[in-house]
């Protein structure tokens, strides 16, 4: 099995930064893509990034667009979420997933880890 545990999450104002990591236990982790989803209350969970296997393959969503970058060390079994020049719309429950692949689906992933609560205030 593998556990995710996500931190970095807080209370920031906005045009702040957060970074969020998610720390991966086991060997495996570089076998597999890593992926952040969010979610704010009453509404459905939403892609923010993912990466390949080897970080060598990024995507955002539109709204992360020069702002948010995804990274990787699979020495350190650990995936980032830099986030820069936060808005109150940012705020939200930050999850990360592993996947077999890259995607922006969420039923494709396997595995989540329990959340970080990022909230912006203005």
């Known amino acids: 099995q593998v556990q995710l545990v996500e931190s970095g999450g807080g209370l920031v104002q906005a045009g702040d930064s957060l970074r969020l990591s998610c720390a991966a236990s086991?060997?495996?982790?570089?076998?597999?893509?890593m992926g952040w989803f969010r979610q704010a209350p009453g509404k459905e969970r939403e892609f923010v990034a993912t990466i390949s296997r080897g970080g060598g393959t990024t995507a955002l969503a539109e709204f992360g667009k020069g702002r948010f970058t995804i990274s990787r060390d699979n020495a350190k079994n650990t995936v980032y979420l830099q986030m820069n020049s936060l808005k109150p719309e940012d705020t939200a429950v930050y999850y990360c997933a592993a996947a077999d692949s890259m995607s922006d689906y969420s039923r494709l992933y396997d595995y989540w880890g329990q959340g970080t609560q990022v909230t912006v205030s203005s």
């Open positions: 086991g060997r495996t982790f570089s076998n597999y893509a």
